[in-house]
């Protein structure tokens, strides 16, 4: 069996996800000390679930990108409405301003993206990893339009 391989009781399986998650209206609210927050809670959070792991997770201010390894006993449905869920709640916990612009309480769009990852693992980690830097290229093209 290949280290890529993992093993429950019953099962070998190799089950890798590219993961998109929005806050709502795409509000830029991961910034400076919420993004450490975040990403320090996802990492914790996920933790929580057995065998389930972030191989790579990128924080944009309007999104987030989490190549993630999830065991077969868990649908990605239930681990997404976990992390959001708890997710959430410790983000307005920790800071109220957040509440002020989501007064509902609703952090999150609704849903995610989702997308297997099969033979191309590597280019989607390298997507990933550099997606902020190609970003950031992009907004000083479109900045340099209006000086």
């Known amino acids: 069996m290949s280290k890529r391989f993992k093993k429950l009781s019953h099962t070998i399986y190799e089950c890798k996800y590219h993961i998109i998650c929005c806050p709502k209206y795409r509000y830029r609210i991961f910034k400076d000390e919420i993004k450490e927050y975040t990403k320090g809670q996802i990492y914790s959070l996920c933790g929580q679930k057995d065998l389930v792991e972030v191989l790579e997770l990128n924080i944009q201010e309007d ?56 033979l191309n693992e590597k280019q989607i980690r390298e997507y990933v990893k550099w997606q902020e830097r190609k970003e950031k290229e992009i907004e000083q093209k479109q900045l340099s339009l209006f000086k």
Do not use: D
């Open 63 to 118: 999104h987030i990108h989490l190549v993630m390894s999830i065991p077969p006993k868990y649908s990605v449905s239930s681990i997404m409405g976990f992390l959001k869920g708890k997710l959430a709640l410790r983000l307005f916990q920790r800071y109220e301003r957040l509440g002020k612009r989501y007064w509902g309480r609703h952090l999150w769009s609704r849903g995610y993206c989702v997308s297997t990852v099969g």
